[in-house]
């Protein structure tokens, strides 16, 4: 059963959310592996620095979105979740935290007159992703620590082992 949020289908928002995600990731992990292949993991966390905003730009363009990756554990100031961020955080760490592995989240909520709905895509730690937010001496190599503090000197995205909780991708539509 579908339920309606405020004229537009709980439906229409998951299914052009998930696609939205699906092409952001996909766009975001095909120049990662290849900014990790021509120059090496240390150009991972220049491109991360430098790419992943434009790139977030021009598909929330494209989509005539808001896209945004956030985290409590966030690297980049700019990605610091919102109240809203944070209530849908909070609600996948409780389901991880019990076990579960919530698949999204959708919020509604008025902003200005007008109705906001937000999908949440939960983003879960993969072996790649331990070269820049694995456990120092472990995970990240000493030259690709530097980099991400000479960048990011309050980073707070480390400390993760394959299968945590990282964070979401968030989708925003505007009625």
């Not at 929330?60 to 610091?80: E, H, L, Q």
């Not at 996948?92 to 919530?102: A, L, Y």
């Not at 902003?111 to 070269?131: A, E, Q």
């Amino acid at each position: 059963m579908l339920l309606l949020l405020f004229g537009i289908e709980e439906g229409f928002v998951k299914e052009k959310g998930e696609e939205i995600v699906k092409v952001f990731m996909q766009a975001l992990l095909n120049e990662l592996e290849g900014a990790i292949k021509e120059k090496g993991l240390v150009n991972a966390v220049s491109y991360c620095s430098e790419r992943a905003l434009p790139i977030t730009d021009s598909l929330s363009k494209a989509y005539n979105v808001s896209i945004k990756r956030t985290s409590f554990n966030y690297r980049n100031p700019k990605n610091k979740p919102d109240k809203y961020e944070a209530k849908a955080l909070k609600y996948f760490e409780n389901k991880v935290k019990k076990g579960e592995k919530p698949e999204y989240y959708i919020q509604t909520f008025k902003r200005d007159g007008k109705t906001v709905y937000r999908f949440y895509k939960p983003l879960f730690v993969r072996p790649l992703c331990l070269n820049c937010h694995g456990i120092e001496g472990k995970n990240i190599p000493k030259n690709v620590l530097e980099e991400i503090l000479k960048r990011y000197p309050k980073d707070r995205a480390r400390g993760y082992s394959v299968d945590n909780f990282r964070g979401v991708i968030r989708v925003e539509f505007v009625e």
